[in-house]
């Protein structure tokens, strides 16, 4: 599937969410997931209204970190 979408196969660098033929990559795809989570993650398409580079920059940081976060 990443192939088939202009990715190099073992691209791991983002959550990749295909939908309709589009294909969204880091905080366009965390948030794309998080709305098909429920009714209470759709309240997080509002960060839709930041910039993009501003919200890949703070989507890089909290992978990068994740794990200090989730202890």
Do not use: C
């Not at 990715?7 to 969204?24: C, R, T």
């Not at 997931?33 to 919200?55: E, I």
């Amino acid at each position: 599937m990443l192939v088939e979408n202009d990715l190099p196969a073992d691209y791991d660098d983002s959550v990749v969410l295909v939908e309709g033929g589009k294909v969204y990559l880091h905080s366009d795809a965390a948030i794309g997931v998080a709305a098909r989570l429920g009714p209470a993650w759709r309240l997080l398409n509002w960060l839709k209204l930041v910039p993009r580079p501003v919200r890949d920059r703070i989507y890089h940081v909290i992978s990068k970190h994740r794990h200090k976060f989730l202890k």
